[in-house]
């Protein structure tokens, strides 16, 4: 009889734990930092600034998901399976870099007309720039490179380093209402320098890369299933406070961006795992498959149940969170954060499925069709709900939003983690670029569902995430 550990599989090995160590380097300071800075400025500010300045945030936050354009997944992915390829690694690069410097002409003027039109940040002219060049750093940071590589430890302690500086300097600078463009200038300094910071280590590495047209039209292509999904993504995650702005008072922005920070920190902590894993999933994909299926099982039971115990602790104890947290001003935000409680085990659950599961087996438009409808549930129910709900109707939605990610998940995976999958590589020019697109896990029973291929999906009968 094998071993248990046998019958589990291989465990990640020292690499992978250096680069879970690494991102909780990263990890720990967004879990603790915010932990000051959102009750200095919440107290400092008041509802009616603070909610404008988590506004601009999360216009800052679009800004760099689309500039990231789904690269921290694909060249994730590729950098991951190029290890020891210096010149492919270097050709990646130079692509990526390309193509965000596309992307970041037309996401900035999307940014600007953004600016325009939301009242909130029309009438603060200088927090709407701030944001705009934060969000521009946020997302030309070369995490992802250092991610693939598991060699995080470096630019993970320097980025820690420059959080710490910048809550520092937050809590020296903002002394009174109208001081929230200060602390939003503290961000962007921080997110500038240590993008400057691993933007050099990389180029140190692999050198300077020669940006060439058609680099960068590939890594467009390449990259363009999964920013579909980032752009879908940002529908039900960084766009809520821009479209609770839209549609209900600054105070009740500051109300659910207070909730939702509450209630994301527990996952803030899940994030290093899975991140450190998503390099390791690939890379045995191609050998091994079962073991891949037995680490995504295994990390999905770990973290659905781990989030699951987090979130009935922060349900039973939301008031006293809300006032020691944000303070006795934002009691309307307890029912809110109630609500959005039940986010913890849904997001574990579909991240894991997504990152450990769908990207591995290369169903990159499966996962991006279920973006774009979750994105399409939180923009239609907020709509109805968020005018007279206000932050409570926006929770709501965020809620059936991610819902229906994880239900349709579930449905078109349902035969992977049931069975153990086998794994076929077929020759394409897809995968000899690196990418997924030759690779299709199916199951090795007859009745299996098909084979899914990112080029050409073949979804199981009726079927068709989340990062």
Not at 150 to 169: F, N, P, Q, W
Not at 405 to 434: D, I, M, N
Not at 446 to 453: F, G, M
Request: glycine fraction near 8%; include cysteine; hydrophobic fraction near 55%.
């Amino acid at each position: 009889m094998p071993s248990p550990a046998a019958s589990i599989g291989p465990m990640p090995g020292r690499r992978v734990l250096q680069t879970l160590s690494a991102l909780y380097v990263a990890q720990t300071a967004n879990v603790i930092l915010p932990l000051v800075t959102v009750p200095f400025l919440a107290r400092a500010l008041g509802a009616h600034e603070w909610g404008a300045i988590a506004l601009a945030q999360a216009c800052a936050a679009w800004l760099a998901l689309v500039i990231d354009y789904g690269f921290s997944i694909t060249a994730t992915r590729d950098v991951a399976r190029a290890v020891g390829d210096r010149g492919q690694i270097g050709r990646i690069l130079a692509g990526v870099q390309g193509a965000k410097l596309v992307v970041a002409l037309g996401a900035g003027l999307l940014a600007v007309a953004a600016a325009l039109v939301v009242p909130l940040l029309h009438a603060q002219p200088t927090v709407a720039v701030v944001a705009i060049g934060a969000g521009i750093a946020q997302g030309f940071h070369p995490g992802w490179l250092f991610q693939g590589l598991e060699r995080l430890r470096l630019v993970s302690a320097v980025d820690a380093a420059l959080k710490v500086a910048a809550t520092v300097a937050t809590i020296i600078l903002v002394q009174a209402p109208g001081d929230g463009w200060r602390a939003l200038a503290c961000i962007a300094a921080a997110w500038g320098a240590s993008t400057i910071f691993a933007t050099t280590l990389a180029y140190r590495t692999f050198g300077i890369p020669a940006l060439r047209w058609a680099t960068t039209v590939a890594a467009l292509r390449q990259g363009r299933q999964l920013f579909t999904y980032r752009v879908a993504l940002s529908l039900y995650s960084t766009t809520n406070a821009l479209l609770l702005g839209l549609l209900a008072p600054a105070a009740a922005v500051a109300y659910f961006v207070g909730a939702d920070k509450i209630v994301r920190a527990p996952l803030n902590l899940l994030w290093p795992v899975i991140g450190a894993l998503y390099p390791h999933a690939n890379r045995i994909a191609a050998d091994d498959p079962r073991a891949t299926w037995r680490l995504a099982r295994r990390t999905l039971q770990v973290a659905t149940a781990a989030a699951a115990i987090a979130a009935g602790a922060i349900a039973l104890a939301a008031p006293e969170l809300v006032r020691l947290l944000l303070g006795p001003d934002y009691h309307d935000a307890v029912p809110t954060l109630r609500i959005m409680t039940l986010l913890l085990p849904l997001i574990a659950a579909s991240t894991v499925i997504g990152t450990q599961i769908m990207l591995p087996a290369g169903m990159d438009r499966q996962f991006t069709r279920i973006a774009i409808t979750a994105g399409v549930i939180n923009v239609t129910v907020a709509l109805a709900l968020a005018p007279t709900l206000h932050q409570v109707g926006m929770a709501w939605a965020v809620v059936a939003s991610e819902t229906g990610v994880l239900l349709w998940q579930w449905r078109v995976t349902r035969h992977l983690l049931r069975s153990e999958p086998t794994l076929r590589v077929r020759a394409s020019a897809a995968s000899s670029a690196g990418s997924s697109a030759g690779r299709a896990w199916s199951t090795p029973a007859p009745a299996a569902a098909p084979a899914v291929r990112s080029a050409a999906p073949a979804a199981p009968p009726g079927s068709r995430i989340r990062n």
